[in-house]
């Protein structure tokens, strides 16, 4: 079950384009992800370039909300 969602825009300096032109988290998100979050996430990009992410563990969901959604 997923307990939070956090939400990057694309003009967050931790959200690059792929090549197909979809926003997704850069490779110092992606590794501070797997480094720090106990539990499952899962990551999105919403229609208008919105990358949503999913956190299994709420403790994981605000460490992430502390370092990278306050950091934009």
């Not at 106990?38 to 994981?60: L, M, P, Q, Y």
Request: a negative charge; aromatic letters at 12%.
């Amino acid at each position: 079950m997923i307990s939070r969602i956090v939400v990057l825009t694309d003009d967050s300096d931790a959200i690059e384009f792929a090549k197909s032109g979809a926003p997704e988290p850069t490779q110092e998100l992606r590794h501070w992800i797997a480094r720090e979050c106990k539990g499952a996430v899962r990551f999105e990009a919403d229609s208008v370039f919105n990358v949503i992410f999913e956190f299994e563990a709420v403790e994981d969901a605000v460490r992430f909300r502390k370092r990278w959604a306050e950091s934009t």
